[in-house]
């Protein structure tokens, strides 16, 4: 469907600029375009008086000039691109998310460098697939010798967590399906949670015969709630954390994007300045 979308998206735009849209000659590169939906106002696009809020834009970059790789960069398993002072981190690891060590140390990256880059005002950090995030990658620790992986992971993760909680701007976590283990440490630690109504969130590290992210969950749920989820792997779903007041916003999975560029819209409005202070 991603093939189809980009060649209906690519003929269209020939249609529209006429000579100026070059005739394809070579094979689709699919990692040549990116995808995203469209908010109020957005510069990436040569028609973008043409579109309305939510609507599905791609991008096929070796054409668009304002697309720079400054605002597109790939890294091992995630991508994020700015726009109108919006950072979109996503996390996209198949099959569930589960980041490996590198995965964690990118994530921290992304958040990292908005310190250096005025421009943006907020994050959203999602993430591609049925979930949000599953946590470590266990295979990856299974397949290494030693115990690299095993302390790679916690120091990826605790780089992560603290990029998310000390990021110069706010974050907003936009969570769809499961959120467990490493995943609740992200999203425990971001200014402004956004969850689809199918969402659900857990610490099965006792499960595993580990311990970790109780701290994060506590941010989420009342102490002896905290306790009872983690003592027996419990998940809660979504609904209940937005009855918490722990969710901002909970909406229908194919409107989860949308509500949080929403959100992200209302706050880049704002004086980045003042907002930097704020989250200071």
């Known amino acids: 469907w991603v093939a189809a979308l980009a060649s209906r998206y690519d003929a269209g735009l020939r249609d529209y600029l006429g000579a100026t849209w070059p005739e394809r000659t070579e094979p689709f590169d699919l990692e040549r375009y990116v995808f995203f939906n469209y908010t109020d106002g957005s510069s990436f696009t040569p028609v973008h008086d043409h579109l309305v809020e939510g609507d599905l834009v791609c991008i096929y970059y070796a054409h668009v ?16 691109a700015m726009d109108d002072g919006i950072l979109v981190v996503t996390m996209a690891q198949p099959p569930v998310n589960a980041l490996t060590v590198q995965g964690w140390f990118d994530v921290a990256a992304a958040l990292n460098a908005v310190a250096d880059n005025p421009a943006v005002k907020v994050v959203i950090l999602r993430a591609e697939g049925k979930g949000f995030n599953a946590g470590v990658d266990i295979k990856e620790m299974q397949n290494t010798t030693g115990f690299d992986a095993l302390i790679g992971a916690n120091k990826g993760c605790f780089a992560a967590f603290k990029a998310v909680y000390e990021c110069a701007v706010p974050v907003i976590a936009a969570v769809n399906g499961f959120c467990v283990g490493g995943g609740v440490g992200l999203v425990g630690n971001a200014d402004i949670v956004v969850a689809s109504d199918d969402a659900y969130f857990g610490v099965p590290e006792v499960n595993q015969g580990a311990l970790g992210a109780a701290t994060h969950m ?3 749920v009342p102490q002896q709630m905290m306790r009872s989820l983690y003592f027996t792997a419990a998940t809660i779903p979504a609904t209940e954390l937005h009855r918490f ?26 004086d980045g300045r003042v907002i930097r202070a704020a989250k200071e």
């Open 65 to 80: 000039a304002a697309h720079t790789p400054e605002r597109v960069e790939r890294v091992d398993g995630s991508y994020y």
């Open 218 to 220: 506590a941010r989420l």
């Open 245 to 270: 007041g722990s969710i901002y916003r909970l909406v229908p999975r194919d409107e989860l994007d949308a509500a949080a560029l929403t959100v992200a819209a209302e706050i880049a409005a704002k």
